[in-house]
């Protein structure tokens, strides 16, 4: 089936410590996102891809990383200087559809917790 | 980018209409209207979209006011599994699309 893959669904690391969640979509998309989510708030964009090797930041990049080396993965690093790391992290990609204004396909979500 | 604003919360008896309201007083002439909602510890779905005219599918219809400054997603008749947050966002055509979302509606179903 086609669709969006995150893993892992469930992270716990210390505090200091990297993380990396992944993404991976066989839909064939270009474009690709990460969304950041608290409880009881909305989505919050920490980085978007257009096209493989380029990508953009978000409204609350500080703190993460991305990279985009092949269309069909776009891993997020979260890295020790983000200060509250704790989170439902969701990836989408996007649908071209008529115009560019296709609809936006999501993962599963990756929840991180950090002790 | 042109925002929206949407009500924190609503109710709505089962089996009963749900009208869901979005302002978007700032809206451009090139912004779609995206409706998308998001069912507990899930990832949002996409339910509806439009420009201009109203719209129906299989899950809702969304009518478009005539200035285009509001919008209204339409349940026709509300289910328990409805029970989400509902989020309308604006989409502009274009190369870099930034998408972001809001805090959305959060829809209760009352048995």
């Known amino acids: 089936d086609g669709g969006i893959t995150q893993s892992p669904k469930y992270l716990f690391r210390k505090e200091g410590q990297n993380v990396t969640l992944s993404c991976e979509q066989n839909l064939n998309h270009d474009a690709m996102y990460w969304y950041r989510q608290d409880p009881g708030q909305g989505l919050r964009l920490i980085y978007y891809s257009q096209i493989v090797n380029d990508f953009q930041k978000g409204d609350i990049a500080e703190g993460y990383s991305v990279s985009r080396e092949k269309k069909e993965s776009f891993p997020l690093t979260v890295t020790s200087a983000q200060k509250n790391p704790t989170a439902f992290y969701l990836c989408?990609?996007?649908?071209?559809?008529?115009?560019?204004?296709?609809?936006?396909?999501f993962g599963e979500g990756s929840r991180l917790t950090v002790l | 980018d042109a925002k929206t604003t949407q009500p924190n919360s609503m109710e709505s008896n089962e089996e009963e209409p749900v009208h869901l309201p979005c302002n978007h007083s700032t809206i451009s002439g090139t912004d779609y209207i995206h409706w998308y909602r998001q069912l507990p510890s899930q990832g949002p779905e996409y339910v509806i979209h439009g420009l201009t005219s109203n719209v129906n599918n299989r899950m809702a219809s969304l009518a478009i006011a005539e200035d285009r400054k509001s919008s209204t997603l339409i349940l026709h008749r509300a289910t328990l599994r409805d029970a989400a947050v509902y989020y309308c966002i604006l989409r502009s055509t274009g190369g870099y699309q930034k998408v972001t979302f809001g805090i959305g509606t959060k829809l209760q179903v009352i048995p």
């Open positions: 989408a990609s996007r649908d071209p559809g008529t115009g560019g204004i296709g609809e936006l396909f």
